[in-house]
């Protein structure tokens, strides 16, 4: 059974860091390029970053994505993090056959953990 599963969330003040994980389970992660998205309260979900299967290519914006595929896993380094960033964090997979393709919308991602949930706050 295909899963991923995110970690590494939690309660951290303003201008603290944080660092996401996302495991895979059941499939083998370098198949797939993976994305980054949250979902605050009361807002749409929206794309964070996402990372191609080679891996260079990457959206980052503020954060920076990473992966390993040796350990089947991504990372997502948030660092200066802000109380806007406060939401529940998800990472999705989309299986490709490009090896440099990143999607940044969620309607291309067809595998989704349960989420890892981030508070910024003081």
């Known amino acids: 059974q295909l899963q991923l599963v995110e970690s590494g969330g939690g309660l951290v003040q303003p201008g603290g860091s944080l660092r996401l994980s996302c495991v895979g389970s059941?499939?083998?992660?370098?198949?797939?390029?993976i994305g980054w998205f949250r979902q605050a309260p009361g807002k749409e979900r929206e794309g964070v970053s996402c990372?191609?299967?080679d891996p260079i290519t990457t959206v980052q914006g503020r954060f920076t994505i990473s992966r390993d595929n040796a350990k089947n896993t991504v990372f997502l380094q948030m660092n200066g993090l802000r109380p806007e960033d406060t939401a529940v964090y998800y990472c999705?997979?989309?299986?490709?056959?490009?090896?440099?393709?990143?999607?940044?919308?969620?309607?291309?991602?067809?595998?989704w953990g349960q989420g890892t949930r981030v508070t910024v706050s003081s």
């Open positions: 059941g499939f083998s992660l370098d198949r797939y390029a």
């Open positions: 999705a997979a989309a299986e490709t056959p490009r090896f440099r393709e990143c999607m940044t919308r969620a309607l291309e991602y067809a595998h």
């Open positions: 990372i191609s299967r």
